[in-house]
């Protein structure tokens, strides 16, 4: 999904929806701090480029192929969700304790 406002675009891999919140994912093969980074500066202008979602509670994920070790602590201290390759599953990697940041 993307979107142009005012000059400013975003563009969401995947954005999963519901009533009451939102979740915008980012999908790499080999997924880098800089993927990471660049998703929270896409999470802080989410609400304002997609404005249909204004009201709902946005959070973030980050998915790869390949997740190294430190990318995934990483994204997990910036509050995103960190789903990963497990076989044929895909597993969450965030602890019980976790808790997602809200935009």
Not at 31 to 49: A, F, G, M, P
Not at 69 to 82: E, P, S, T
Request: aromatic share 6%.
């Amino acid at each position: 999904m993307s979107s142009k406002r005012n000059g400013e675009g975003i563009e969401v891999d995947l954005l999963v929806v519901n009533d009451n919140d939102v979740v915008a994912i980012e999908c790499k093969s080999t997924l880098s701090i800089d993927d990471v980074n660049e998703h929270v500066i896409r999470l802080e202008k989410l609400k304002r480029l997609l404005p249909t979602y204004k009201d709902k509670r946005a959070m973030g994920a980050v998915t790869g192929m390949v997740i190294p070790d430190n990318v995934a602590a990483y994204a997990y201290k910036q509050g995103f969700y960190v789903i990963a390759q497990s076989g044929d599953h895909l597993l969450i990697r965030n602890g019980e304790d976790f808790r997602p940041r809200v935009w």
